[in-house]
């Protein structure tokens, strides 16, 4: 008998390890990249010097839940966002209510409250959690922040939604109004007697939100500055409160769209992070509200987006936990490969207790965090990440979504010219779901320096790509040796072929002899390409500036962060399945670079900054790739942004 | 709908008790399991889902688009296939199936035999058809549906053929079924001059839904209990243990119950075994009913859903 179950299981399990992938993770240059701490500053994760006390606020009314019933220390009326949310059915919405005890028309204000234990006035943050199953409450989640961020100082709201979790959708207009009713009790629980009279700092909000609360931040920074309700101006909106940071975790986006536009926000300072195995929401989709964010007011304002690998969807949530498809996720998702939870908060706890304190305290030593991740490398857990920044200062040369023109910039007499390029195209910059895009355009630039024929070592001029500016720009933007060049760059994986040799136009051309012609001599067989251990390697690549009189600089791109190849990730279990899924295996998220002139001027002393001319891009360090760049620019940037970076 | 479905019941249960005993059952075919999951579930499938649910309530029809087909040996001496096919279309759902039995009648003291005997044999090349369509809908939140049958029996060269009619309900209470049934309306055959009746049969029925046990494992449960013409009651369960370690590699175990046949002749197991390979659409189906003594029924079957 044992012998004939023998062969039975063996077949079974290698056919079922035959189908599941292996673990596949891309080299891990972390050792390196974050190898050295830049900045000088007390780590942001570390707790702070209050006591924490804890309390609940809400309706004191909750079916389900204890704490919202006898163990509210502070009553809240409930709103009716009947307007802004429905149940999918009419038997839905009846099953629903039966379990909350309250409809739509009935929300609670209900939150749970880390706070510190002193005078004030502190900060307030509210965190909102996002879609999950209704009844494994969600909003408990985020006591690891609230536990850092008393201590440090701020009040940090936990706040309940899980009513509009569950089976209904579009109502990301609902969270990000919740929200604001929540800022609108705290405004009276600090003008009221009670724990907040005269303690909370209304001028210094900050929002947080996770998956579809991240959108529902946006929405409520939106919603915050609007005189009506878009989608029905019955309704009036009076908020304006001092919402100054906002912090979207793994968001989505698009649920939501005001009068059916994507959610614009201004003047605020923003920062999203997201896991490369996020297995809910598997594109960083929140690029998208980050590409929409301007600043118009001449505020210091800015923006980050942080991708980190191996991080997942749910565990900036200790409810949540590593299964983002729900209890049998482990079925579809390859859960291997991600770190562990505690890495993935701490990381959270870097950047959020830092986001806040330079967003609402005016911490202004954590900024250049929020530039470049390398200046706090050992702060970090170990693995990669990828930062895109801008801030107000930045003046925009080429965004490339302007018009279809290759040669021009996007402001005012900036032109183009690339040299030896094998790819020079524009384009709208993909998401890796299929048919979706991060909402904003690059240039594709392709080169292989080395020259067709049968001598592989023979190779021409590198490849360049320029962008000009006019005198009168130049002037406009006060460009000077204050100013740093800006850019976004992401590699690609494709490699064009050799460049043809040049004809030389010297000799007679033997093919246009008179007589017979002779048959073309047969091509030598292309070789098969293998991946070589180059293909593996970072890709090198340099940037110069040149001055109207033609003093030039230069400086090696990866100083400024790191140009890896394109990082693949595979989020599925079963073979193939991220193939036939995705529309790529690896996101594209150009890293930002941003490089004082100040720098070039130290690399070549008689350049002079304030009449720079050109920016150029200089493919001297690679033989061959392609690379997608966007948001080009110059910037006036702040200097308290620029920590040295790390050599 | 529910009340005039509770209506129908009655009428039936009335005439089934009225009748009880009086005369043998027949086609053969009808009184065997149509496909092989129902199989292994001990035939509690009245609120089951996919392709063979027309062999039990056509009001299932539109849950599933499904087809299967299906080898039943009893014995060596008897072979039943089946093949239904069932899915929505458009507002309706609807489907076909066929069951052919292909057996050896002893014909001793009566021309219809019970499903107990199949394996036992006999002189008379014999078979038993079902050729069903149904149709079925959704009316105010409950699914209804109606199956009509040729059925056909043919002991050693005389055949017989009549006419039937299935109607069913169901819906969902939460997320688990509940399926009513009324199968087998019908006048009935004779084999020489000797009647039988249809084997009208009223079923009700729970199917659950999807039960998780673990990360990766499942459970689902089936309940049935059935009303037989001949007054029997029947009541029947299975469960169903699923294991699927990778998205769309589906392995299932499968145990049922069902009352069966008293007497010192039958030979039935109350007892069915079964499982199951699925590879994202496709499934392998095995069903194993032991017998006291001779004639175990083994089944296969292929469905795609």
Known sequence: ????????????????????????????????????????????????????????????????????????????????????????????????????????????????????????????????????????????????????????????????????????????????????????????????????????????????????????????????????YPDDATIAFDFNYGIKALVAIAPIDGQYEPASRPTPLSNVNYLVIHGSHDGDVSAFSGLRQYQRIRFTDGGRWFKSAVWMYRANHGQWNTVWGNKDGGPASARFLDLRGLVPAEDQRQMARVYISAFLDATLKGRTEYLPIFRDHRVVGPWLPRTMYVTRFMESGFHSLASFGEDVEVASGTAPGVTIVAESLATWKEGVVPLRWTNANAGHSAVWLGWNNRIAGPDTMKTGKPASYSVSLSDSLRSAWGVGSGSAVAFSLSTTTATPGPLSAHKDTTKKDSTKAAGPKKPAPKPPPTPKKVPTAADSLPIELSIEVVDSKGTSARLPVGRYGPVRRPIEVTVLKRKGRDKSNFANLWEMIPQSYVIPLADFVAAAPALDPSRLATIRWVFDGTRAGTVVLTDVGLTNIDPVFLAPAPR | MAGSARGLAILVLAATTAQAQSAPLAPLALRLSGGTRASGLGQAFVAGRGAEVIFFNPAQLGILRSSMISLQRFGSAATQGTFATVGPFGRLAIGAGVQYLDYQSPATTSHFIRPADLAAGGPFNSMSLVATVAAGRVIKGIRVGAAGKYVQENVGGVRDGGLALDLGVAREVGRTTVGLSVQNIGGGIGILGEPARLPTRVSAGIFSPSILLTQYFDLVVALSVSRERDGRIVPAGGAELFYQPVEGWIFVGRVGGRRVETGLTSKESPVTLGGSFGLDRLWLDYAFQPSRGDGASHRIGIRIQ
């Open chain 1, 1 to 228: 008998m044992t012998r004939r179950l023998l062969p039975s299981s063996v077949a079974l399990a290698l056919s079922v390890s035959g189908c599941t992938q292996p673990l596949r993770l891309a080299r891990d240059d972390s050792p390196t990249v974050l190898a050295h701490q830049t900045l000088t500053a007390p780590n942001p994760s570390a707790r702070g010097s209050f006591a924490v006390r804890t309390l609940y606020y809400g309706s004191g009314k909750d079916k389900q839940r204890a704490e919202f019933r006898e163990g509210v220390a502070l009553r809240t009326k409930s709103v009716d966002g009947s307007k802004f949310a429905t149940g999918p059915t009419p038997a839905l919405t009846k099953d629903r209510k039966k379990y909350w005890g309250f409809g739509f028309d009935s929300l609670p204000v209900n939150g749970r409250v880390w706070y510190p234990d002193g005078p004030g006035p502190f900060p307030l943050v509210l965190v909102v959690h996002g879609n999950h199953n209704m009844k494994d409450f969600s909003d408990p989640g985020y006591g690891y922040l609230g536990e850092l961020l008393a201590s440090r100082g701020y009040i940090l709201v936990s706040v309940d939604e899980n009513f509009l979790n569950g089976n209904i959708r579009g109502e990301n207009d609902a969270r990000g109004w919740m929200l604001l009713q929540h800022v609108k009790a705290w405004k009276q629980f600090n003008d009221s007697a009670g724990p907040f009279r005269g303690k909370v700092d209304l001028n210094n909000i900050g929002l947080m939100g996770h998956s579809r609360g991240g959108e529902a931040v946006a929405v409520a920074g939106a919603f915050n500055r609007l005189s009506h």
